[in-house]
């Protein structure tokens, strides 16, 4: 590992537009031959040097370019030129200027200076060592010195610190007073720890040139270096500055030093003339935007950002592999920026050339904020190995466990740190690992726990207030949103405490406080576009849809945060049901969207997925693999488009491909088990699911997959001996009762069956145990006695809408169609759901009631692609006598789900009413050949006995 060096970070040349001339062909290139006139050659050539000695480089560019233009020959101009365009920062234009001189006869030793500090400042590190025209041996006089002087500078920063200081020891030889080699040796014994041999290096410069402003500087460097306070660092730059006021490398470490003291006043003072005679030095802009961030200023401190990364993004990388500090400044400001994945190379290089355990959180943070648990887990590990109990890495490290679906391992890290230190951030990620392993009580300790450390802890207060969330309660969403209100009154500037508190009052019902509290923070930070989003969101509770709907298209139209704010205008315009309305702001989210950006073509996915448009839906996962073919979560999506097509086959290969790439991300493998069965992949899902369970053994919905798989592949004592495991680990959780009763039905054994579904409803009394034991005793139990299981269960929760669904479709099958319209009507009031508009209308054909065409038209027009919709609205259309538009939606059912063989025998009837017989009594045939299909049967044998009577 190589230490950072102490000394403020290298200075990037700027490149002046001028000097930029001395590319253009027109002016060093060639131009037409005339007759040289040597004598006012040699006047541009003085002006030149004139202007060159007053470090005006303009003047001394066009000079000299005068003098070359004038006469060609004339070598001098040739020498002036290199030196010209490397003080310009031009090291390229240096480089090639000086090999042209010694081309044309100007000796080496007059070159050498420019040829090596141009090479370095490329990063030519290597080429320069191995240049043998360059080699010491051959030199001499101030040449040679020049030489080794940045050939040490070359294998410092090449890691060879030791070589470097030889060359050093071989410049001493030459000339014991060198002052250039006592200040570069300075750097060298502090990277090895020689404080001493430091010391003696600034006392033989500051012998050499006590009043040279480098070697005051030096002593500020060595001081630094062994500890010393504050005020004695700063008389020294102040003497530094005494001699030469723009000395750029002791201004820099001055404002760190009141940087590093919340000196903010005199930083501000110190940044002026910082910024007038350095204004393109990156250092310079990092600390403006610093200053820029303390006053709250967002715009200021984004502008100066972006001047950072404009001066350094374009430098070569191999000049910035040598300039460390450079890539860490890039990194920060491009994560300031909120620009991760420009931030992430540069933080990577940084952290592997200087080995710096406190870049790993910060590149672990870009790494967890993308999802790479696995790189930033490896990063923090190897971190902690460097510097045990870093509590910052320690705290990211249990997140990254967590993020990683491992909740157990966070809970072991956090609870083995809490022995060493009781660090509030420590319990807040213990207290998030309990939650998700479904310790609500023991969670909510810990976040409470680190409440009282620290009462400002935003993270604790949010961990709560999403625990209280979950389990319902009021008292515990009013301590986290006090706990929360407290914290944006002690600190009033900050609007992302403003934006937590907001969702946490949305979360709550409390939406008309919401948009108060944001526009407070948009006040503070206008830039801060999810308070927008979340404005809207708040206007869409308080039932002010058209609001919501002007707030986001003002976000679209202005290019503020469009993609999210098209988003949320979709899903507004998809719960009105205006299904075309939401397709197009999706069309506009994906056409809005930059790589890497996915989420607009998943939502389309999703959304074509939600409205029963397999074919669309298959269409849209395509364009998404296309993006991302590696990417988990559309490797997932796309499988459950395929699902969805009824296409198993093509979403075997893609899940095997996602469980291969979820590596320990546990709900990605329960997700890709989950559509291995849909797929009927049954020996991909049992392999998927075991992997899962490896990670989180105890977690039931896992479990339950898993017994699920074994079920479907014929392997009921598979089954059978996993459940009983289950339920001697977890006696009294309802689940594992209910996976026996899972169990007890695939062995046909009824009565074991109910037995086990009445257990687990007695532990854990729930919808899904309800339905369970209801459907257990449909055929075991008198019907009546049945029905009043979930006739009870709605008369103390009349809002359970999948109990009174329930209850409807068992009230249709008995026949009961009057009481079945009547739970179906409550249901379509409560819940507004397009299949329960379906349902109903299919009730109210079987009545006869001519109410059903309308609704299965406006059930129709809120999905338009659903086949079951379409199946019915088409048989609407025939029992209102209108089978000429009954056709085409009878026809694209059948496009869309042709194993629908009642949609065959509604097909045939319109046909009949056609008077298509041959159609007809082909589609009824058909209907009547799948046995198992369950439609009117009686009425198409009449019918088909009809058809062919009529011959």
Known sequence: ?????????????????????????????????????????????????????????????????????????????????????????????????????????????????????????????????????????????????????????????????????????????????????????????????????????????????????????????????????????????????ELDPRHLEARLMRAQLLLQGNRWDELRAELKPLADGHGADPRVAYLQALEAAQRGDRAAMTAALRRVTAQIDPQPQALLRFRPRLELLAGLAHVALGEADQAKPYLEAYRSSQGDSRSATLLARLYLGQHQTEAATRTLEAALAEQPGRADALGLLGAAKLSAGRPEEAVALMREALRSQESPAFYVTLGQAL??????????????????????????????????????????????????????????RQPALRLQLARLQLASGQAAAVLPLLDDALRQDPDLHAARLLQAEAERRLGREDAAQARLVA?????????????????????????????????????????????????????????????????????????????????????????????????????????????????????????????????????????????????????????????????????????????????????????????????????????????????????????RLYAAQVGQVDPARNLALLQQWLAQRPGDALVRNALAESLVALGRLADARRHYELLLQQTDANAVRNNLADVLLRLKDPGALALAKEALRREPGNATILDTAGWAHVQAGQAEQALPLLRDALARDPAAAGTRYHLAQALAALGRRDEALQALRAALADNQAAFDRPAALTLLRSLEASR
């Open 1 to 241: 590992m190589r230490p950072t060096r102490p000394l403020a970070v290298p200075a990037v040349p700027a490149v002046p537009a001028v000097l930029a001339l001395a590319l253009c062909s027109g002016l060093l290139g060639a131009a037409p031959e005339k007759p040289a006139n040597s004598e006012l050659a040699y006047a541009f050539l003085s002006k030149a040097e004139q202007c060159f000695g007053k470090r005006d480089l303009a003047c001394a560019l066009e000079n000299v370019r005068k003098a070359l233009i004038t006469d060609k020959g004339l070598l001098l101009a040739e020498l002036l030129l290199g030196k010209v365009l490397l003080e310009g920062g031009n090291a390229a234009g240096a480089q090639a200027a000086a090999e042209r001189a010694l081309a044309h006869g100007v000796p080496l030793e007059d070159l050498a200076e420019t040829l090596v500090r141009a090479a370095l400042l490329q990063g030519q590190h290597q080429q320069l060592l191995a240049d043998a025209r360059l080699a010491p041996a051959r030199l001499h006089g101030s040449a040679r010195r020049a030489v080794l002087l940045a050939r040490a500078q070359a294998q410092f920063e090449l890691g060879q610190t030791r070589a470097a200081l030889t060359e050093l020891d071989l410049l001493r030889a030459d000339d014991p007073d060198h002052l250039a080699a006592a200040l570069a040796e300075l750097p060298m014994r502090l990277q090895l720890g020689q404080l001493r041999e430091a010391a003696a290096a600034v006392e033989r410069a500051e012998r050499l040139a006590p009043a040279s402003a480098d070697v005051r500087l030096a002593r500020a460097q060595l001081l630094q270096a062994q500890g010393a306070a504050a005020p004695a660092q700063l008389a020294a730059l102040a003497q530094a500055l």
């Open 435 to 492: 939650l998700r392993q479904g310790q609500l009580d023991e969670g909510r300790r810990a976040l409470q726990a680190a409440l009282q450390k620290d009462p400002d802890n935003a993270d604790a207060a949010q961990a709560l207030a999403e625990a209280a969330l979950a389990q319902g309660e009021a008292r515990g969403l009013q301590q986290a949103a006090d706990v929360l209100a407290g914290q944006v009154r002690r600190q009033p």
């Open 555 to 771: 976000m679209v139209k202005a290019d503020q945060a469009a993609v999210d704010a098209a988003l949320a205008l979709a899903a507004l315009e998809e719960a009105r049901g205006h299904g075309a309305e939401a397709q197009g702001w999706l069309a506009r989210a994906v056409a809005k969207a930059r790589p890497p950006e996915l989420r607009p073509q998943a939502a389309l996915v999703e959304f074509h997925l939600r409205q029963r448009q397999p074919v669309e839906a298959a269409v849209a996962a395509k364009a998404l693999l296309a993006l991302a073919p590696e990417h988990v979560g559309a490797l997932l999506l796309g499988a459950r488009a395929a699902v969805a097509q009824g296409d198993a086959a093509g979403a075997r290969p893609l899940l095997v491909q996602a469980a291969r790439l979820a590596g320990d991300d546990v709900a990605a493998l329960a997700q890709a088990g989950r559509l291995q069965l849909a797929a009927s992949d049954l020996a991909g899902a049992r392999a998927t699911l075991d992997r899962a369970l490896e990670r989180q053994p105890d977690l039931a919905p896992l479990q339950r997959l898993r017994i699920e798989a074994a079920l479907r592949s014929g392997d009921v004592a598979d089954a059978q001996a996993r459940v009983t495991r289950l339920v001697k680990q977890q006696p009294k959780a309802a689940v594992s009762h209910m996976l026996l009763g899972q169990v007890a039905l695939a062995r046909h054994e009824p009565a074991e069956a109910i037995q086990a579904f009445a257990q687990a409803h007695r532990l854990e009394p729930s919808t899904e145990s309800l339905l």
